[in-house]
């Protein structure tokens, strides 16, 4: 029998109720009612929003549905890597939560063309919410001075999943060509490389060249979606956008290929891999999330709520 530590436990261990599946299943379910209380709470506030939404502009009533379905994966996500040792949520993951919820109602406008085409301000408005509720999220993590791995996967892993949803509407759009999606996809495709080449896994030191790409990535992004952006306008900004990102990841790039000697097997740069106190696996570490369309700054690596 596997426990959800990912432990194998024999038909003789007594482990009281988490011996019997059924019993198990909701011994997980009792250890996680506080997280689900809260992925309730922004859900039925992202469901507010959306209603009211479609009830005033007249928008798609799926809408709920699609943004509903999205939220639901991630909060799926969140129970399954969830460390056992966080007693809180805290009020920086709320935040974080609560700008997941408005990045899953952007995702659920991909899938009708009408939303965007008749309301691109709103959309816009949505991204530009989303992208400041980024810094303070942060700016909350830092000032509460608290500080875990999850919290700092939460964000990242999010703000990378916002910045492939954006391409997808741009594509939607018809803002540009297919190959934008390499904006947000490069990063998903540097961390399948880490796996075959560990020493691209080694920690980059701090850059102000990241940070300002970063900035102008995703701006770029929430202008083209605004109605006065047009190709052949778009298409520019968005190419220049993907020559800086692939320039940049280039450069450190070659960085790690003259520093991958130099670092020692047990070197705490060499970070390929993060534990899952969850699961009792091992999940990638992303370090290219500071390419990613999101601040990167050393405190946000290890920012927790």
Known sequence: MIDHSGSVKTQGDQEGPMSNPLRGH??????????????????GVMALVVTSMVVWLELPGRLLLAASVGYGLMALLILWYWPNQLRGFGWANRLTLLRGSLIMVVAGAILFEELVEHHPLLVAGLVLTALVMDGVDGWAARHLGVASAFGARFDMELDAFFILMLCVLLIAQEMAGPWVVLIGALRYLFLLAMRYQPWLARALPASYRRKVLCVWQVSTLMIC??????????????????????GSFGYDI????????????????????????????????????????????????ERSH
């Open 26 to 43: 909701e011994a997980f379910l009792m250890a996680h009612r506080p997280l689900w209380r809260e992925l309730l709470m922004v859900w």
């Open 225 to 246: 979606l605004l109605p006065w952006i047009r190709p052949p306008y778009s298409e520019g900004l968005l190419g220049l956008s993907l020559l800086l990102l692939v």
């Open 254 to 301: 070659i960085w790690l290929y003259r520093h991958r000697i130099s670092m020692p097997e047990d070197s705490p740069d060499r970070l390929p891999m993060e534990s899952s106190s969850k699961r009792g696996s091992r999940l990638p570490l992303p370090i290219l999330l500071r390419h990613s369309g999101h601040r990167f700054a050393n405190a946000r690596k």
